[in-house]
């Protein structure tokens, strides 16, 4: 009998490294499986602008960059951690070189597929620049971003 516990206590482990490996994915994969990879704007019928900015989520070279346009400014970053949470969100850390600034920021999907941010701060002062879906500026909502292509 103690046999037959140690041989499934082994299987059980056995299993369990099984679902741990297939857990771990890429942050490519993790954003490509959660439907981010793609260019993102408020309106996808106006060029790129400060207010309405080009915000592309792209794969080179097996891993995930977040590249910006707002008109003349331009800018692509290292997304350093890319996480599905259990509430459907995406948590991801990106390093903004151009910035001098390492940000943690969520999306939050809507039924017709759009996305909006949920939160995003600094993660070296914890200055939020967004929280609960509003801007902390002026308590104005998130904007919704529709995939453009």
């Known amino acids: 009998m103690r046999v037959f516990h140690r041989c499934a206590?082994?299987?059980f482990l056995a299993v369990l490294a099984a679902c741990e490996i297939s857990l771990a994915q890429t942050n490519a994969e993790t954003a490509s499986q959660w439907g981010l990879l793609g260019t993102w704007k408020i309106d996808?019928?106006?060029?790129a602008s400060r207010n309405d900015g080009d915000?592309?989520?792209v794969v080179e070279g097996g891993k995930l960059v977040h590249k910006r346009e707002f008109g003349d400014v331009r800018d692509s970053s290292s997304v350093m951690s890319?996480?599905?949470k259990p509430d459907g969100s995406l948590e991801l850390v990106v390093?903004?070189?151009s910035l001098s600034q390492t940000r943690q920021y969520a999306f939050m999907k809507g039924g017709d597929g759009r996305i909006q941010t949920t939160f995003n701060r600094n993660i070296d002062?914890?200055?939020f620049t967004i929280k609960n879906r509003k801007f902390t500026a002026n308590d104005n909502p998130t904007p919704?971003?529709?995939r453009c292509r």
């Open 9 to 11: 206590g082994l299987a």
């Open 44 to 47: 996808c019928s106006k060029p």
């Open 55 to 57: 915000l592309q989520y």
């Open 82 to 84: 890319a996480i599905a």
């Open 95 to 97: 390093n903004f070189v």
């Open 125 to 127: 002062t914890d200055e």
């Open 144 to 146: 919704w971003l529709t």
